[in-house]
Each structure stands twice: as structure tokens, then as C-alpha cells.
């Protein structure tokens, strides 16, 4: 017997991978991302490009930035946030100071309304306040316990922020189910009104995007 390497008698050597298997692997694969992505492209076709004569969009469309995969320390008692939560549903991001101003409560209050009107759909919009600095949110700034008040609070990091387009105090930026920074909402002094316009579009989107429907996956 040679000193070489013995082989298992009920195994056999491998061999090259067939180009016919290599070739079907990548299909598989395309295919998969492709399942993955035509819900959210769908959503925006039918959102910014094909339109009825007449309508409006309130918020400003951004081009799509991915957030960082890295995770963030959770505030106000919650865990720390993983970007895997992000993925899934359309997520309504807030990115102020600790002490949060009169601009940043107006733009919460905002993104809760917006979210509550969307009834029996509003478990498919998420809603996340990055803290910009290093101070610890007051608690009259935490969340309620309601699923209404359902408000993620995490620290931004350098990556994060870098991520997110240069904001005026208030702005609402809304992320898409795979994680991508994709259109900005303006502070507006009448709450309301404000509250209004980003039910709309939420409604819309949520519409054409069957992603988050019948449950997250």
C-alpha cells in the first residue's frame, strides 16, 4: 500500500463541475434574486412611471442607496437593531439629535400618523428614529407600548449617516423592503397636511408592492 493520501472506499474522487450544472446553478440563482427584487421595481414603475394623468407625488424620489449591513445599539431599553429588521417592509427613518427639537417631534409624529392610517396594511411600515449624537432620548420621546407607538430607536454610527442625503431638521426619509434609502419627505409646518401627504404615497406604494403582505417574510 502506498503511503498517499487513502481514499474512504464508499467515496470517490470529484471531479470538475459539468459547464451544463455551473450554468444551471446561475440561472437558479438569478432566478432567486430576481423574486426577491421584481416586487420592489414593480412598485416603482407603476409609482413613478406609469401614471395616471393628474397625480402627484408628494414626497421627492432619491437614488437608491443601501444602508450599511452593519448593526446599531438599540436605545430606550430595545435590543440593538440588525438591518436584517429593515428588510420586508417599508421603513420610515428620522435621524435627529437626542433632544430632538420641535422639527424632529413634528417629523415622528408624522410618520406615526402616516403609518397608523394605513389600517389593516400598517404592519408592513416600520418606523426608526436614529439618534445622530450621543445623548440618551428623554423619555417623553420613547415609544408607547401600543403597536400604534411602534418606534425603533438605535445610535447611528459614521456609516449609517454617511448613508443618509444631507437633511434638513424634520425630514422623513422612507427606505424600501430590501433596505434602500429611495425618497425623502420635507418638514412641513402644518403636521396635518404633512401627515396626509405621506399617507398618500405610503398608500400607493404599498398598493403595487406585494412584499410584507400576508405577513413578513
Not at 430606550?76 to 422639527?103: H, I, K, S
Not at 409624529?109 to 449624537?133: P, T
Not at 425623502?184 to 399617507?199: G, I, Q
Request: charged share 20%; glycine share 8%; hydrophobic share 45%.
Amino acid at each position: 500500500m502506498s503511503s498517499g493520501t487513502l481514499a474512504s472506499p464508499d467515496t470517490e474522487p470529484l471531479g470538475p463541475v459539468p459547464p451544463a450544472l455551473r450554468r444551471r446553478a446561475r440561472r437558479t440563482l438569478l432566478l432567486l434574486a430576481l423574486v426577491c427584487v421584481l416586487p420592489v421595481l414593480a412598485s416603482y414603475f407603476m409609482f413613478y412611471v406609469w401614471q395616471p394623468q393628474g397625480r402627484v407625488n408628494n414626497g421627492a424620489l432619491l437614488p437608491l442607496t443601501p444602508l450599511p449591513q452593519s448593526g446599531l445599539p438599540g436605545l430606550g431599553g430595545q435590543p440593538a437593531l440588525t438591518r436584517a429588521e429593515l428588510e420586508g417592509r417599508w421603513t420610515l427613518v428620522v435621524a435627529a439629535p437626542a433632544a430632538c427639537d420641535a422639527a424632529c417631534a413634528r417629523a415622528l409624529y408624522v410618520s406615526r400618523q402616516a403609518r397608523i392610517a394605513q389600517a389593516k396594511e400598517m404592519e408592513r411600515v416600520g418606523r426608526l428614529w436614529l439618534v445622530s449624537d450621543g445623548a440618551e432620548p428623554a423619555a417623553d420621546h420613547l415609544p408607547g407600548t401600543s403597536v400604534a407607538d411602534e418606534l425603533r430607536i438605535a445610535r447611528a454610527d459614521a456609516a449609517w449617516l454617511a448613508a443618509l442625503p444631507q437633511l434638513a431638521p424634520g425630514t422623513i426619509l422612507l427606505v424600501d423592503p430590501l433596505g434602500n434609502v429611495m425618497m425623502r419627505f420635507d418638514d412641513r409646518a402644518d403636521a396635518t397636511a404633512a401627515a396626509r401627504a405621506l399617507t398618500k404615497d405610503l398608500q400607493r406604494l404599498l398598493k403595487y408592492s406585494a412584499l410584507g403582505r400576508g405577513g413578513r417574510p
